[in-house]
Structure formats: structure tokens, C-alpha cells
């Protein structure tokens, strides 16, 4: 493989992600796909998207689980157990591209309706999100979603809640690790002062916050180093954007 490329937070904003693997010239030969979790809520094509990340699976792609992804899980199994806070973040639009037209009734009782609905006609997609893991260890580098649990002797032993939902513990501690971290779930504007790539130590945040009207991007790891490349919310709405690194 010539790079490793980095990608979070696609959160059902699949034409901004196709667009961003294409201005990197993506190769699944070539190049090993990394994902780092949340392909679902808050845009309009969450289904589409989990179909999309399945198919480059499929072709050798890195895919690891989300906070998102795995509350959409838990809804599935049964909406009663689950906040409504899934639902005012995202949720509900990740439920729309499955079942188009939702109508005016949230009651527990017709959200069952909508998870029988779809567990039943989308086992493959269960299976999928159900089989992602929390983290990739790479030679070089670690994968995770949100981050590692800092208290911990061997971040391996990071919970599952830390690794899909951790925030300033993570964030404002000195992590003792002899590789990395890169992460996404938290968007990198509320780290630094732009949407780009953040790096701090052996922290890398990557979660551009394109959900939020910022950047989607992508960090590559080439030859021992880390470059960054993204498309911004408005390339995507404009139709500005362009191909880097053509393969020759």
C-alpha cells in the first residue's frame, strides 16, 4: 500500500465524502482506506451511506464503529431504552432515508414499528454496524473514534463508552503512547481555530465538522509522514471542487 488515508464524521453526507476520495484520487490497489466511525445522522443520506462504506469494505477499506453508529444500534434493539437526544441529533434523519416519509407520530410505539421495519428489511446493514470494531492499530499509527481512556496503563483497555464518547479527559491529558492517536467525533474548530487537521503531540484530530458547515477531511500517511487534504461545505455546494494527486 502507498498511503493510508483517514476519513471521520461522514455523518450521511455521502456526495461530500464520494467528492472527497475522488480530490484524493483513491485507489483501493494503491491505498489503504481507514474509516473511523459516525457514517450516519444529520445528513440526508445515511442509508445510502452505510451502503457506500459496506461496498468499500468489501474492496479492502478499514471501517471502525462511531458513537452514532452504535446508538443507532441500540435504537434498533429497542427505541423504549434509548434518549430522545438520538433522535434531536440526527437520528431522525438517519430513520427518514430508511423509511422516507415519517409522518407526525413519534410515540415509542410507532418508533418499534420503524425498527422492526427496519431491522427486518436491512439485516445486512445490522450485521455490518454490529461487526465494526472500537479501534485499528496500525504500525505507525492508532485508529479510534473519539479517543483512548488516558488513566488507563494500556489504552487497549479503554471502555467502550470512552472509545466511542470521550471528550476533554482525552483531550486535555498527556497520553503516553509510543505511537498517535488520531481521532475524530469531536470537530476540530472547537480544538483550534480552523476545521483543519489538528495535531497535538501524539494527538490527531480529524473531524473537520462538515456536518456543522465546515470541512470533510482526509489525513494521509505517506512515507512516514502525515499530509491533509479536505473539501469544504461550500466546494460541495458550489461545485468547486478538483482532483489532487492524479495517479500517473
Not at 493510508?4 to 485507489?27: C, P, R, T, W
Not at 444529520?42 to 468489501?58: C, N, W
Not at 443507532?72 to 441529533?89: A, K, T
Not at 505511537?179 to 489538528?198: C, D, E, N, R, S
Request: a negative charge.
Amino acid at each position: 500500500m502507498n498511503r493510508n488515508l483517514m476519513i471521520s464524521d461522514i455523518h450521511g453526507h455521502l456526495n461530500a465524502f464520494e467528492q472527497l476520495l475522488e480530490k484524493v484520487d483513491y485507489q483501493p490497489a494503491y491505498d489503504q482506506l481507514i474509516l473511523l466511525g459516525d457514517y450516519i445522522d444529520r445528513g440526508p443520506a445515511s442509508k445510502e451511506t452505510i451502503e457506500f462504506v459496506m461496498d468499500l469494505q468489501a474492496n479492502g477499506a478499514i471501517v471502525i464503529r462511531g458513537n452514532h453508529d452504535d446508538w443507532f444500534l441500540q435504537w434498533l434493539r429497542d427505541p423504549s431504552q434509548v434518549s430522545p437526544n438520538f433522535l434531536l441529533n440526527g437520528g431522525m434523519e438517519t430513520i427518514q432515508s430508511y423509511l422516507n416519509e415519517l409522518g407526525d407520530d413519534f410515540s415509542i410505539q410507532k418508533q418499534t414499528e420503524w425498527a422492526t421495519y427496519i431491522r427486518e428489511n436491512h439485516p445486512t446493514h445490522i450485521n455490518f454496524l454490529n461487526d465494526l470494531p472500537l479501534y485499528y492499530e496500525h504500525e505507525a499509527f492508532i485508529c479510534v473514534h473519539a479517543g483512548i481512556d488516558p488513566l488507563q496503563v494500556d489504552w487497549r483497555n479503554t471502555s467502550k463508552e470512552n472509545f466511542l464518547w470521550i471528550r476533554k479527559e482525552f483531550h486535555n491529558s498527556i497520553i503516553d503512547s509510543n505511537k498517535p492517536i488520531i481521532f475524530g467525533h469531536t470537530p476540530t474548530k472547537g480544538l483550534q481555530k480552523h476545521a483543519g487537521v489538528y495535531f497535538n503531540d501524539n494527538k490527531i484530530g480529524i473531524d473537520g465538522g462538515y456536518t456543522f458547515g465546515y470541512q470533510l477531511n482526509c489525513l494521509i500517511y505517506e512515507q512516514n509522514e502525515f499530509t491533509e487534504v479536505a473539501v469544504t461545505k461550500e466546494e460541495i455546494e458550489n461545485g468547486m471542487t478538483r482532483q489532487l494527486f492524479p495517479r500517473k
